[in-house]
């Protein structure tokens, strides 16, 4: 339990460089491009399922979820800063780029291998991800992350920009819920447990999200100080 804590919260800390970036340029490249390459690599390493120890109960989930949890962080850290517009474009370039990966990966499969090159197979274990888990964690993710973007934007509108963690937490929270039903039912019906899977990705986003409330103060308070 407690090296699995530590886990999320050196994360959640790689979402720090992003905000001291976007208050030194008043730009968000810095927390797109983290976005991006944690969006990227849960995508690369989707297929391992994993068991995370609790203490009180064993759950199972793909190894990502630590990951990929940490993007509502940074969708809400970009809100909160900037609006619902850049949230939303930030969005687009990260899926854009995940389609872009998936379009490498099936090329530099495909084409063959010089006759004293070895490492094929094990380039078709990380790279050769089944379709179905691709196309899942595509709908997963735009669905998922722009429900997050709105209720949070809904959120900031109707507080006045007050009760930060409210709004971190009742946008995150049922987005996650949205991203694990989409992507375990999408990807692993008929092949896995899926209720198992889901509610394993549930416990587990829900406990990052925890987490990461008293980083979405530090990243605010990295953004707005002078």
């Not at 790279?127 to 934007?153: T, Y």
């Not at 692993?188 to 198992?196: A, H, I, L, R």
Request: aromatic share 16%; charged share 10%.
């Amino acid at each position: 339990m407690i090296e699995i804590l530590l886990w999320i919260v050196l994360i959640s800390a790689f979402t720090l460089f992003g905000s001291w970036y976007a208050r030194k340029y008043s730009r968000a490249d810095g927390l797109i491009g983290i976005y991006v390459a944690f969006g990227i690599f849960a995508n690369l390493a989707a297929t391992k399922t994993v068991t995370f120890d609790l203490g009180f109960a064993q759950l199972y989930a793909p190894a990502v979820v630590l990951i990929f949890a940490v993007t509502f962080l940074l969708t809400d850290i970009v809100n909160e800063k900037f609006d619902l517009h850049e949230t939303q474009r930030m969005i687009l370039i990260a899926f854009a780029c995940q389609v872009f990966i998936s379009f490498f990966s099936w090329l530099v499969l495909t084409l063959p291998p010089a006759p004293f090159y070895t490492g094929q197979a094990a380039l078709e274990s990380v790279l050769g991800q089944v379709p179905r888990i691709v196309v899942a964690s595509w709908v997963a993710f735009l669905a998922s992350e722009n429900v997050d973007a709105f209720i949070f934007a809904w959120f900031k509108a109707r507080t006045g920009g007050k009760h930060l963690w409210a709004r971190n937490a009742l946008s995150s929270i049922p987005a996650m819920v949205v991203d694990s039903v989409l992507f375990i039912t999408l990807a692993f019906y008929g092949t896995m447990p899926v209720v198992p899977l889901i509610l394993g990705m549930l416990v587990t986003k829900w406990l990052v999200a925890v987490i990461d409330i008293p980083f979405m103060y530090i990243n605010k308070w990295i953004i707005s100080r002078n």
